[in-house]
Nanobody, 123 residues
Framework: EVQLVESGGGLVQPGGSLRLSCAAS????????MSWVRQAPGKGLEWVST????????YYADSVKGRFTISRDNAKNTLYLQLNSLKTEDTAMYYC????????????????RGQGTQVTVSS
């Protein structure tokens, strides 16, 4: 059974930083491209970032490019997302997932599993 457990969210002021983690189990993590998506209150799912299985290739939504950094540790079966220069519009529930493409709607089952980690950016 695929299990993905996100952590590291919290309340931070604008301009602050957080590091999100996603512990993966139940599948061969090192051969899967992985992604982060987010869902702001009252809005749909938004694709944020994808990393290929080796970590050599990384892709970002324009809204986070230059501020967020995705990484992975295949030895620890863990995916990360470093969030810097946070803005109030980054407030959302963040989810990790096996890559499903760049459309947020493709990740509807991810949000439906009810975990994620909440990031709140507020002064």
């Amino acid at each position: 059974e695929v299990q993905l457990v996100e952590s590291g969210g919290g309340l931070v002021q604008p301009g602050g930083s957080l590091r999100l983690s996603c512990a993966a189990s139940g599948f061969w993590f090192s051969i899967k491209d992985m992604s982060w998506v987010r869902q702001a209150p009252g809005k749909g799912l938004e694709w944020v970032s994808t990393i290929n299985r080796s970590g050599a290739y990384k892709y970002y939504a324009d809204s986070v490019k230059g501020r967020f950094t995705i990484s992975r540790d295949n030895a620890k079966n863990t995916l990360y997302l470093q969030l810097n220069s946070l803005k109030t519009e980054d407030t959302a529930m963040y989810y990790c997932s096996i890559d499903q493409g760049r459309e947020g709607n493709a990740y509807s089952s991810v949000a439906g599993r009810g975990q994620g980690t909440q990031v709140t950016v507020s002064s």
